[in-house]
């Protein structure tokens, strides 16, 4: 056997153990490991990815034993990358670039004939806006998957679109200028009373917010930081006796007679029987829009959603 064919020979098992090698790592265990990196935490990236914590620690752990090499610190104040760990990060966000423009090429291919269009959403214009769309959408375009992402608030929605995890993004203004996007509508601000609660005037002022303890969502929640800066503007400095989460949870403290609170209209429905709704002394909206990544290589399957979903819309 000459040298040439020995080292063919040789390259052609080394290969096949390495195939056998890739062939146990799995697309998600690289996407859990790069939302680990990024936050820092496996417990932020089980709640970034909605998965438990102990699924993305099994996913890591998983990985690590396939790769034979340590990724992760763990520590008290989070997991921290090793230096092996931030070659490997590196080289699976590659992979995953990779994978994500390999779909649309072959989307751009099937133009209207396949694919996939993916969405990322805040809950109630995932709720109250999407699913009649999605519905129009796929009697239309039935060889067409939808996938829709949905997230407590803006920046998850605006993230998972800068990270091209999703197409489209259902968000509202102000947004980052790296984005291009379409007003959909405008979603009132209102006030929402208990069913038992009187008017001490014939139009409602700002201290009949003052007659039940306010419910708002936790600090940093980017519709009440609007109505923080709009109440301030008009010289009320509004102060939460609760903070929730839940749109709906606080939609059914006041129908309890816990509180009263300032939600947006979309977000607020269905509204309970007996719960009282109001618009605010001084109106305030935030418009909702449909956003892209300026420039983005889109499949045409992406522009008939936008086109549908503006449509739709238009016709309310």
Not at 197 to 206: A, G, I, K, V
Request: aromatic content about 8%; charged content about 20%.
């Amino acid at each position: 056997m000459d040298k040439i064919t020995a080292n063919r020979q040789n390259f052609g098992q080394s290969g096949f153990y390495a195939m056998q090698e890739i062939g146990r790592l799995k697309l998600s265990q690289l996407q859990i490991l790069i939302a680990v990196a990024d936050c820092d935490s496996f417990s932020e990236a089980a709640l970034q990815l909605h998965l438990t914590q102990s699924a993305v620690s099994y996913a890591i752990a998983t990985l690590e034993e396939n790769l034979g090499v340590v990724l992760f610190l763990r520590g008290r104040y989070g997991a921290q990358l090793t230096p092996v760990g931030e070659q490997i990060v590196d080289r699976a966000r590659q992979v995953m670039y990779l994978m994500q423009d390999m779909v649309k090429q072959a989307n751009l291919a099937k133009g209207l004939h396949g694919g996939q269009v993916r969405i990322s959403a805040f809950r109630s214009a995932a709720t109250q806006i999407l699913p009649n769309v999605i519905a129009q959408f796929c009697r239309l375009h039935p060889a067409i998957a939808v996938r829709i992402l949905e997230y407590d608030d803006r920046p998850e929605v605006d993230a998972a679109l800068r990270k091209q995890r999703t197409d489209i993004g259902i968000t509202y203004l102000p947004t980052s200028p790296e984005f291009e996007t379409w007003e959909l509508m405008r979603d009132e601000f209102v006030i929402l009373f208990p069913p038992e609660f009187e008017r001490s005037h014939p139009h409602l002022t700002w201290e009949d917010l003052t007659a039940y303890p306010l419910i708002m969502a936790p600090d940093g929640d980017g519709c009440d930081a609007m109505v923080y800066a709009h109440c301030g503007k008009h010289g009320v400095q509004l102060q939460p006796s609760y903070q929730v989460r839940s749109d709906a949870t606080i939609v059914n403290m006041v129908a309890q007679g816990i509180g009263a609170a300032i939600s947006p209209r979309l977000a607020a429905e269905p509204v309970p029987p007996g719960v009282q709704v109001y618009s605010l002394p001084v109106p305030l909206d935030r418009v909702i829009c449909a956003a892209v990544l300026t420039d983005a290589l889109l499949p045409p399957a992406v522009f008939a959603f936008l086109d549908l979903l503006k449509r739709s819309l238009d016709l309310r």
